[in-house]
Every structure is written in C-alpha cells, then in structure tokens.
C-alpha cells in the first residue's frame, strides 16, 4: 500500500523559514516524479513545485521561485521542501504527491498527474 506521510509544518514568523519532508512507502518512489501543492482556506489547491525521478530537473510556481527549494533523497525515498522568506501568504496546508511517471512535463503542474497523496501539513506564517 502507497503512503506518503508529510511533516515539518508548524507556525513561523514572516521571513523565516521551514524544511517539509514527504516520508514514502509501498513503491519504488525512485523511479518516479513527486511533487508539493498547497491548499489555503477558501481556495483551491494549487502547484508549488516538482521534482522529477533522479532529482536533476525541477519546476516551481512563480510565487515561490527563489525562495522555496524541492530536492528529495531517493535512498531514503523522501522528499523535501526547503521553504525561506516566507511570507503570509504561504500559509496553507502542504501536500506531496507522486506521479507514475519518471519525467516532468508542464502537466506536472496539475492535481490529476498525480497518483496519490499524503494527507498534508499545516504551515502558518504570521506577520
């Protein structure tokens, strides 16, 4: 059974900073793309960034380009979320994804190239 367990999340002042990781299991996570999206109160979710199988390529939503990082560490079938700068309005709850393929394309950016979920993390950042 696929599980991904997010965690990291908590309560942060603007400007500072927090580390997601996305802890999978029940697949060779290795061999395929993940990804994070984030879903604040009243909205819909939305892309932040992706990473593909080998970690070399990644895409991230304007918003967070320069302040927000994705890597992942496949001997330990994680991947994280280096987020810095942060701002109120990232504030939301933050979930990692899984994808079954290797390569990223601009589809990456939606909800339903995505084949399963974590159940998500809270991130608040007060101003």
């Known amino acids: 059974q696929v599980q991904l367990v997010e965690s990291g999340g908590g309560l942060v002042q603007a400007g500072g900073s927090l580390k997601l990781s996305c802890a999978a299991s029940?697949?060779?996570?290795?061999?395929?793309?993940m990804g994070w999206f984030r879903q604040a109160p009243g909205k819909e979710r939305e892309f932040v960034a992706a990473?593909?199988?080998?970690?070399?390529?990644?895409d991230s939503t304007d918003s967070v380009k320069g302040r927000f990082t994705i890597s992942r560490d496949n001997a330990k079938n994680t991947v994280y979320l280096q987020m810095n700068s942060l701002k109120p309005e990232d504030t939301a709850v933050y979930y990692c994804?899984?994808?079954?393929?290797?390569?990223?394309?601009?589809?990456?950016?939606?909800?339903?190239?995505?084949?399963?979920w974590g159940r998500g993390t809270q991130v608040t950042v007060s101003s």
């Open positions: 990473i593909n199988w080998s970690g070399v390529n990644t």
């Open positions: 029940g697949r060779t996570f290795s061999n395929y793309a």
């Open positions: 994804a899984v994808a079954s393929r290797p390569r990223l394309t601009k589809e990456a950016r939606l909800s339903w190239w995505y084949d399963y």
